[in-house]
């Protein structure tokens, strides 16, 4: 197992309090799938109700999360955390290429996915888009029992494994500790004992229809470079996943595991051949953001808890292994404060620790990762587009540009209403000539000042101003605006008085799709 267990004994006395709690809270969120109301967390976390009001509230300075009435909700940025782990470890970014080459060639979902404990945590998704596809997103933790990566990881297991496996079964009869799967029944094979050793001897795995009816996967494992091929520990397991209707579990091994095997060579050529990574920057301004914090939150400002989550993002490519000064160097800690942050880290089992230095775990994808790494560019535009629409009393709306439409059209997929008797009334979906309209100009590049403008082209008295959204590669995949009646604004006050917080808004709106995307695909809609 790569990940050391998390204890269920009491902190440490050097462990930092409020970063449990913190932990907790962002735990709590993820398996409620993002949102959950104050009176819900205090439940679910067994906090205090003043206490779970002062994490939220340094979660949300930190932009982890956003606090959206008497909910909490999981923010684009945490997924920081998740990606510094994803960046440390290098094989997403060095394998997704053929992951997604391969789902495309066989039409079939395929995935990453590394051990964790006694289960298996996916690293990367290349799903396909059905009516029955299948719904794992990056993050989430499965038991190895009940998968076909499963076997192939347990045939590593030593006999302090297999213990921790026994007494984890024992304890949860219905696998409650994986909310990403289906309750395990009595009924469930229980035979994983010899899987294992039939996967260690076949050098792939079958799960037919073990997670729930219908699912069936075929995997097949990635060495890390080694000096011999005995000694080659298994990096991640590949796995073609696919539904009964289309494929038996027998047809998969017949006739994909060949090209899977043939895909999985490749990865391994590409582990091989990869050069050193180059450290990327670290957090920077850490004790001058805390500090202003400190000063205009007061006591709902847990200093202690931002300060420990920047640990975390200490770690990423070419900072996959750490030692104390080096965490205390990259993020500006005193020795003491980042010492104790990892203490509580390696309590929590979201970073291991050996001969002195650190590394993080799989488990840190579990802080945020999974219901926000299936997000939607419109999804993450939309608590944008509110703030705008209310900081201007103006409607907002965030376009597309429809593919394979000559003339070119754009498409809706975000609005947010402003309070006005009269305003501008655009539905999500609705398509307009690209042209004719701001928002098309923006996407077309039409906009040499880095902004459009349509002024009453497309309805008498209809003023608009739009700005692009750009992805990580500086590509505009969007466009966002502001409209209005032309009697209310005047050209001069929409440069002036508008366009400003359009493109902040425009850079909030690209900050947390940069985030997203960087290990998954955000789709547009």
């Known amino acids: 197992m790569t990940a050391p267990s998390p204890s269920s004994s009491p902190p440490p006395a050097e462990a ?20 959950l109301s104050a009176s819900a967390l205090e439940r679910s976390t067994g906090l205090a109700r003043s206490t779970v009001d002062r994490i939220t509230a340094t979660l949300a300075r930190t932009g982890y999360v956003r606090l959206d009435g008497r909910d909490a909700v999981l923010a684009p940025r945490v997924m920081e955390l998740g990606n510094a782990y994803l960046s440390a470890l290098r094989l997403p970014s060095l394998l997704d290429g053929e992951a997604d ?17 006694d289960g298996i945590r ?46 984890r079964r024992a304890a949860d009869p219905t696998d409650a500790g994986f909310p990403a799967v289906p309750p395990r029944t009595p009924t469930a094979p229980t035979d994983f004992e010899s899987r294992a050793a039939q996967a260690r001897q076949n050098g792939w795995s079958l799960d037919d229809q073990l997670i729930e009816p219908g ?9 890390a470079p080694a000096s011999s091929p005995a000694s080659a520990r298994i990096a991640c397991v590949a796995s073609v996943v696919s539904h009964t209707s289309r494929h038996t579990a027998a047809d998969l091994r017949e ?37 202003a914090s400190k000063h205009e939150l007061g006591r709902d400002f847990v200093e202690s808890l931002a300060r420990g989550l920047t640990v975390l993002t200490a770690f990423g490519e070419g900072r996959s292994s750490l030692t104390l000064t080096d965490v205390a160097k990259a993020t500006g800690l005193a020795r003491a404060t980042a010492r104790r942050a990892l203490i509580t880290y390696e309590h929590l089992g979201l970073v ?16 945020g990762y999974p219901p926000l790494s299936r997000t939607t560019l419109a999804h993450l535009a939309a608590p944008h587009l509110r703030a705008l629409a209310d900081r201007l009393h103006e409607p907002t709306a965030l376009a597309v540009l429809v593919p394979g439409t000559d003339p070119a059209e754009i498409q809706y997929v975000a609005v947010a209403a402003a309070g006005r008797v009269l305003t501008v009334d655009i539905t999500v979906g609705t398509r307009l000539p690209a042209t004719r309209t701001a928002l098309g100009r923006a996407l077309l590049n039409a906009a040499p000042h880095g902004y459009a403008l349509a002024d009453e082209e497309l309805e008498s008295g209809l003023r ?26 005047t050209l001069d006050n929409f440069l002036t008085e508008v366009l400003p917080h359009l493109r902040t808004t425009a850079d909030h709106i690209q900050s947390d799709l940069h985030l997203a995307s960087r290990f998954t695909h955000v789709p547009l809609a």
């Not at 309090?17 to 993820?30: D, E, F, H, I």
């Not at 993050?139 to 921790?164: I, N, Y």
């Not at 699912?215 to 060495?223: E, I, K, T």
């Open 16 to 35: 930092v309090t409020p970063l449990v709690r913190g932990v907790a809270v962002l735990t709590a969120l993820t398996e409620a799938g993002g949102t």
């Open 101 to 117: 080459a391969l789902a495309d060639e066989l039409d079939e979902s395929v995935s990453l996915a590394v051990a964790d404990r």
């Open 122 to 167: 996916f690293i990367h998704q290349a799903t396909r888009r059905r009516a029955m596809s299948v719904s794992f997103r990056i993050g989430d933790l499965l038991p190895a029992e009940r998968t076909a990566p499963g076997p192939l990881f347990a045939a590593e297991w030593t006999e302090a494994d297999w213990s921790a496996w026994h007494t």
């Open 215 to 223: 699912l069936v996967a075929v995997s097949a494992p990635v060495r």
């Open 255 to 291: 006739t994909l595991l060949p090209r899977l095997r043939t895909t999985v060579a490749a990865m391994e050529r590409r582990l091989r051949e990869a050069a050193p990574p180059e450290p990327g920057p670290t957090p920077a301004g850490l004790a001058i953001w805390t500090t």
């Open 352 to 367: 291991a620790a050996q001969d002195r230095r650190f590394t993080l775990t799989p488990r840190v994808l579990s802080l």
């Open 464 to 489: 608009s101003i739009a700005v692009p959204v750009r992805d990580r590669s500086g590509h505009p995949v969007a466009a966002l605006n502001v409209a209005t009646h032309a009697a209310r604004r």
